[in-house]
């Protein structure tokens, strides 16, 4: 099976390369202060045999942009400009698609909520709370939408019905899990993979920023439906009090294990680097 290779850590290879992240907006801050190294980290995923850019949006919002003082204009443009980013290291590697990144609600709210969907809004708040930069992102220009790091089931159902009233919007789903079966608020993975199982235009339904020990258990749990893809951490665990991550991981490791992963996507998310993706390309490539 011939799968698809995505990028890796956004903000791990932002950070390895000077940027001070230690903030709410996280990588989106760069949108502002320094949107060329933006562009140089989609280069070197490309360059490092990824076939897919996915953009600086995870943590954008309208909120949270307002809280810089920055007008919806602003915030609109900023959105817009990080698919024109990663568009651009596109069209210089000569291949490969855009996918805008659409972050869970708990993004936002900076407090660890992705890992845990301890949310305070319901699925009806959560639509609401979308809809607005999905209606950036869905007409941004990008190839499809990555929808990501999803922790909750009703969150995804939010994120369903926007689907639902975009039709001409591709997309895929990434659900963050807690274990080999269910996602951080403890829903079963076929459960809130079946969310999505009567939408054609989601090309793909399956687990991201989840440790890689989880992974083949859920793959098995997600076959038989639509393709899966995979992209999980380095296997560290982030420590939400200290704002730090704990533990190591090695991208050789990582590529023999991404190897044996029966997915159609397979990329790396939080702590995987260009050279995390390499090994995939290798691995895969054996």
Do not use: K, Q
């Given at each position: 099976m011939r799968s698809l290779i995505l990028d890796g850590g956004l903000a791990t290879h932002l950070e390895a390369l000077g940027a001070d992240l230690s903030d709410e907006l996280w990588s989106a801050r760069l949108l502002l202060?320094?949107?060329?190294?933006?562009?140089?980290?989609?280069?070197?995923y490309f360059a490092a045999g990824a076939g897919v850019a996915t953009t600086a949006s995870y943590q954008a919002s309208l909120p949270g942009f307002a809280a810089r003082g920055l007008s919806a204009a602003e915030a609109e443009r900023l959105m817009r400009s990080s698919v024109r980013l990663a568009a651009e290291a596109r069209d210089e590697h000569g291949a490969g698609l855009v996918a805008a990144s659409v972050g869970p609600y708990g993004a936002y709210l900076a407090n660890g909520a992705e890992y845990t969907g301890?949310?305070?809004?319901?699925e009806d708040g959560l639509l609401e709370w979308h809809r607005p930069r999905w209606e950036i992102l869905?007409?941004?220009g990008a190839d499809l939408l990555a929808i990501e790091t999803i922790p909750s089931v009703a969150e995804g159902r939010a994120l369903a019905r926007l689907l639902r009233e975009t039709p001409d919007v591709e997309a895929w789903v990434a659900y963050s899990c807690r274990d080999e079966g269910h996602l951080n608020d403890g829903t079963p993975i076929e459960e809130a993979a079946a969310v999505f199982a009567d939408i054609p235009h989601?090309?793909?339904?399956?687990?991201n920023c989840t440790a890689p020990r989880h992974i083949p258990g859920l793959v098995e749990r997600l076959r038989g439906g639509k393709p899966v893809v995979v992209y999980p951490n380095s296997g560290e665990t982030w420590d939400a009090a200290d704002r730090r991550w704990l533990g190591l991981a090695d991208?050789?490791?990582?590529?023999?294990?991404?190897a044996s992963?029966?997915?159609e996507l397979i990329g790396g998310c939080c702590r995987t680097t260009p050279e995390h993706i390499r090994q995939i390309r290798e691995?895969?490539?054996d």
């Open positions: 202060e320094d949107p060329a190294l933006i562009r140089r980290v989609h280069a070197d301890a949310y305070d809004l319901d869905a007409t941004s989601v090309m793909a339904v399956g687990v991208p050789v490791e990582y590529g023999e294990a991404a992963w029966p997915a691995h895969l490539a």
